[in-house]
């Protein structure tokens, strides 16, 4: 055997086993082609599809950071220098202080349509870092107030919608039905206009020609919590135009019997500037959880007159028959897309004390 034939036989036995490699090797499918995300711009900006679903899904929420001084806002703590250097707690010097808060809330809101109308489920929850005022013990001596600073995570709102009706966790119906109060931060100075958080469910008829009325049940929280299967009532309805909207809202408390009501109109007299007033009502006398103002009326009123685009001025002051008395004023400017600095200034006068105080606030909004 030559040279030249051993060679021919070397490559011919070489092609044979690469072909037999080749036949056992991996074949890996071709990838799938994606399925990008598609925009839902049936219930506006900011929804996008569901891969594989027809429910549309927004995400949203903000990052604020919240600064109080004052009577109204500010914290008081003791020199704690002078309280870890033994100094009687009767005698320690008291400082004023600053309040903070930064919070970073999140919503999901998920809505699909279906026959019996939009089928929506919203959540907004946040942690928030604050700081307040608490007690400490050194020794045997008890030192008050003391700063001190503790995280939370919050279920702000849980609601289930289907059309008209509504299962959820959120801000109770007495204020909802009105619109809160004015734009301000601190709304509730000098008379609270809300009982809070509750569990609730309620039916909403809209007439689609800018009327609605509204009537729920509600559990109530703290002291008013139901004590029996006697649940709180509230019914409510309203009237919208391009003049503004009337509004008005009655709440039965169960658990102590008694009936509070509040009717609200909101003009708006020009692109610029928008007005409002409220009025509260009660025939209670042993308290209510729906009458959060003190005695049997109060009355609240505001308005925001918007210089540019970017610029507003928010006032709302507020008083009721026990003689409690509070005003807010402030500004929201928008310094960019997103990005709100909102100081304010508050008076407020319960029972004949009195205090002002200050109030900032940046907020990141997406």
């Known amino acids: 055997m030559n040279i030249k034939s051993l060679l021919l036989g070397s490559a011919a036995a070489l092609v044979a086993v690469s072909g037999a490699r080749a036949a056992d090797a991996i074949v890996v499918a071709e990838p799938e082609p994606a399925e990008y995300v598609r925009i839902c711009d049936v219930y506006g900006a900011g929804y996008y599809y569901i891969p594989g679903t027809e429910t549309c899904l927004k995400i949203g929420g903000y990052l604020r950071y919240d600064i109080g001084i004052g009577d109204n806002h500010g914290l008081r703590s003791v020199d704690k220098e002078d309280a870890f250097n033994g100094v009687d707690p009767l005698d320690v010097d008291v400082n004023d ?99 809070g958080k509750t569990h609730l469910i309620a039916y909403t008829f809209d007439a689609g020609n800018g009327f609605s009325a509204t009537v729920g049940v509600e559990e109530g929280s703290g002291d008013f919590t139901l004590d029996s299967y006697v649940p709180h009532v509230v019914a409510g309805a309203s009237f919208t135009q391009g003049w503004g909207k009337i509004a008005g809202v009655v709440g039965y408390d169960a658990v102590y019997g008694e009936v509070a009501g509040k009717l609200r109109v909101d003009v708006s007299v020009n692109e610029a500037l928008s007005l409002w007033v409220m009025g509260g009502l009660t025939d209670g006398d042993n308290g209510s959880y729906y009458a959060t103002w003190e005695g049997d009326w109060a009355i609240w009123g505001g308005g925001q007159y918007r210089f540019t685009e970017k610029a507003a001025l928010d006032v709302q002051l507020a008083y009721d028959d026990g003689d409690n008395f509070g005003a807010a004023v402030g500004v929201n400017y928008e310094l960019v897309p997103g990005f709100n600095i909102r100081p304010e200034v508050t008076y407020a ?18």
């Open 97 to 195: 202080t600053y309040f903070k808060r930064m919070r970073a809330q999140i919503t999901l809101d998920a809505r699909s349509e279906t026959e019996y109308g939009t089928l929506r489920g919203y959540i907004a929850t946040y942690l928030q870092r604050d700081s307040f005022e608490t007690s400490r013990t050194i020794g045997t001596d008890v030192y008050e107030p003391w700063t001190n600073t503790g995280t939370d995570v919050v279920l702000e709102h849980a609601i289930i919608q289907l059309g008209g009706l509504t299962i959820a966790y959120t801000d109770s119906l007495f204020e909802t039905l009105t619109d809160s109060a004015g734009s301000v931060i601190n709304d509730d100075i000098g008379v609270n206009y809300t009982p």
């Open 349 to 366: 006068d319960y029972d004949g004390d009195d205090g002002w105080g200050g109030y900032l606030r940046f907020q990141r909004s997406f």
